[in-house]
């Protein structure tokens, strides 16, 4: 309580003080400036830090630092694996999530671990107040509100790509000139941002509060010659709780263990029984029937602008499915809170039709509207033009995060922040850049899609983008990141690592004690009677094979043996969900490894991909058809081509080529040498076999 009130205090001075702050700060230079303090700018100010760097962070209001700016929850299927990635590099987003969590559940238990959704309902002031505590109190962080006007560019550096240096910014009112080796922009939906509702328009990135300066549109336009599209979102209007009747809609309770996002965490800060439910109810005819009646007086929808595929407004989906019954989710904004957030009711419809269309839900009759919604478009920067860490390829020392580079969602804004803080602050402390692979985590799946094939619409995170999912499971994002933030990126803490190592000595020797233990099926009958296991197996069956059989738990098995596995109770949960992912994982690794090698391995130019017999869906063939990518690695990187499809294509051209080449030397020895041909060396001889197969080797 005295640690929150003297942040408080802190909060009230540098408000009150913000000019004065600016003016002093202008008198030094820092290392990383981080322009923005939604979720891309609150990581990677804290990441920047982490990593050694002098950072200053510029806010336009410190009180939103931390603001949930649209729905009041976190995680879910893709989303989550992003969380789980974020707080493994140490960043802050999962120990907020636990803070601030008032309803945890599990999404997609009925299938694999590996596309587990780990979500949470936040409490908005909650999660606020823990964003704030932390960076206000962060060494080698300095925060201040203010506004910027402008980027300070200079030549650049003729040793290093790029065809100007970002030096520092410049600030609004006053015009003060702030110095650094880097950069990051994390505007969100600020950048040239203008508001929406009927006919109304104005200039803001978010309910009450303005869009960022126009100048900064300008230096990246103008003077930096950027490409910037235009994208558009929107949020749904928020409804007073108590004129809800939740006797017309379905109860759907949380978990009753939480589950905590952090992996340095045990337990979440709100009590499994203080958590609060969500309630579950639809739409009606009678809200098709108002969308239709006011689309002359809805001008955002009307615009050609590329709004969230995945979370449409309601506009959108009744004109894209007309006729169709849509869920409405009523979610709690906090444990105190007399405000209800309807996920699927974004809407930009006058305020006297929003009302009108809720009340047209049976549960929502007598609803009350506290705050409307509303629709926002805003400029971003194609990604396409940045490095894999994020970047800007003509420009040294700038670097984009978030909303800017045409994603939606705070954990793809977090994942960026935070990649784009570790690199701003190697490179402002004369380190090289890193990139993440996509075979190595969610993140790197992220921005590989980002830069390597832009976007068309926001981006938002699944699992199903992410070829190699059963190895990045939610459940091992700090076996994965951990031990390499600490080791070679310097952005975890030595206790974060240290616990990491921990475990994963702990699984390691659970695993190998699971392995040494071998008998019949008969005797593990025995052992485990409730045991579905089929006694005509004659094989020996291990501990770890018995962790693959679905009604089989770890504690069964410790339980029969508990002098070997008692001291690995702990990891209970972990050392099933490896034990039964652990093959695939090995033969995914062996796929992983035998694509790599093939990546330059040639495809045919004519190659026939309608009538290729081998297992591929039809939109694989027509994307293979339409783009004819030269080598399996162009084939890897098409969007929609899935890993499985890769494996098919490399196993045909392979086989093809192995036939072609046996037909060649069949026909070689039954054909008379013609002695006045020079005999071929074997590396001719190989290279002709390969062209006439359709396949040649780039070396």
């Not at 802190?10 to 290392?31: E, P």
Request: glycine share 8%.
């Amino acid at each position: 309580m005295l640690r929150l009130r003297g942040l408080l205090i802190q909060h009230h001075f540098l408000s009150n003080c913000s000019a004065r702050t600016a003016s002093s700060v202008a008198c030094r230079k820092y290392d990383v400036i981080v322009v923005g303090g939604g979720h891309a700018g609150t990581e990677a100010a804290a990441a920047a830090t982490r990593i050694g760097a002098e950072t200053l962070l510029i806010t336009q209001k410190i009180e939103t630092i931390g603001a949930l700016s649209c729905n009041p929850s976190l995680g879910g299927v893709g989303k989550g694996q992003l969380v789980k990635e974020v707080d493994a590099l140490d960043g802050l987003m999962g120990r907020a999530g636990d803070y601030a969590g008032v309803h945890f559940s599990i999404l997609n238990r009925r299938k694999g671990p590996a596309v587990w959704g780990p979500r949470a309902q936040l409490d908005r002031g909650r999660y606020k107040e823990f964003i704030q505590l932390e960076l206000l109190n962060m060494p080698r962080l300095t925060v201040i509100e203010g506004s910027v006007e402008g980027l300070l560019v200079s030549t650049a550096d003729p040793e290093q790509p790029g065809k100007h240096t970002v030096t520092g910014v410049r600030l609004a009112d006053g015009g003060n000139e702030i110095l650094s080796s880097s950069v990051i922009l994390t505007t969100g939906t600020f950048l040239s941002g203008s508001l929406f509702m009927g006919k109304t328009t104005s200039p803001g990135g978010r309910m009450g509060e303005p869009p960022s300066c126009s100048g900064l549109t300008h230096s990246l336009r103008e003077i930096l010659g950027l490409k910037l599209g235009r994208l558009k979102t929107g949020t749904p209007p928020r409804i007073l709780k108590e004129t809800v009747d939740f006797s017309l809609a379905h109860l759907h309770l949380p978990d009753l263990r939480p589950t905590p996002f952090s992996f340095i965490n045990t337990h979440t800060h709100c009590k499994p029984e203080e958590q609060i439910p969500c309630h579950l109810t639809y739409t009606t005819p009678g809200v098709d029937r108002v969308v239709r009646e006011s689309l002359h007086m809805n001008s955002h929808i009307q615009q050609d602008t590329k709004g969230p595929r995945y979370c449409p407004s309601i506009e959108s989906r009744v004109l894209r499915f007309p006729g169709r019954q849509h869920q409405v989710w009523l979610e709690p904004e906090g444990l105190n809170s007399d405000l209800l957030y309807p996920q699927g009711l974004s809407m930009t419809m006058p305020l006297e039709m929003q009302l009108r269309l809720i009340r047209e839900i049976p549960a929502l009759r007598r609803a009350d509207i506290h705050t409307p919604g509303y629709g926002v478009q805003y400029d971003f920067v194609c990604p396409t033009q940045l490095f894999p860490w994020l970047q800007l390829k003509s420009i040294q020392g700038l670097f984009l995060a978030g909303q800017i580079n045409g994603t939606t969602g705070y954990e793809e804004a977090a994942a960026q922040g935070l990649w784009a803080g570790i690199n701003a602050g190697r490179t402002a402390l004369s380190m090289p850049p890193l990139s993440l692979s996509r075979t190595e985590s969610y993140v790197g799946v992220l921005i590989d899609d980002l830069v390597g094939h832009g976007v068309t619409e926001p981006y938002r995170m699944f699992t199903s983008r992410a070829e190699f999912r059963t190895s990045l499971r939610p459940d091992n994002a700090d076996l994965r990141l951990t031990p390499k933030g600490f080791e070679e990126i310097g952005c975890v803490s030595s206790h974060r690592y240290l616990e990491a190592v921990r475990v994963r000595q702990g699984l390691s020797e659970a695993l190998s004690a699971l392995k040494s233990i071998t008998m019949s099926p008969s005797r593990w009958k025995e052992k485990l009677r409730d045991a579905c296991i089929s006694e005509t197996k004659s094989t020996l069956i291990s501990g770890e094979e018995m962790l693959q059989y679905k009604d089989v738990s770890f504690d069964m098995v410790a339980s029969a043996f508990p002098e070997i596995l008692s001291p690995y109770l702990e990891f209970s949960e972990r050392i099933k969900i490896e034990a039964v992912y652990r093959p695939h994982c090995e033969k995914q690794q062996r796929e992983m490894e035998r694509m790599r090698e093939e990546e330059s391995l040639s495809l045919p130019p004519d190659i026939d991909y309608f009538s290729l017999p081998v297992s591929l869906s039809d939109e694989v063939r027509e994307i293979l058809d339409r783009v004819r990518p030269s080598t399996l690695g162009a084939a890897m990187r098409l969007q929609g081509v899935t890993p499985a499809a890769i494996v098919h294509l490399l196993n045909y051209v392979t086989r093809t080529g192995r036939r072609s080449r046996a037909q060649r030397d069949t026909d070689r020895q039954t054909k008379t040498p013609d002695c006045k041909h020079r005999p071929q060396t074997d590396q001719q001889a190989e290279s002709n076999q390969n062209q006439e197969a359709g396949i040649v080797v780039q070396n």
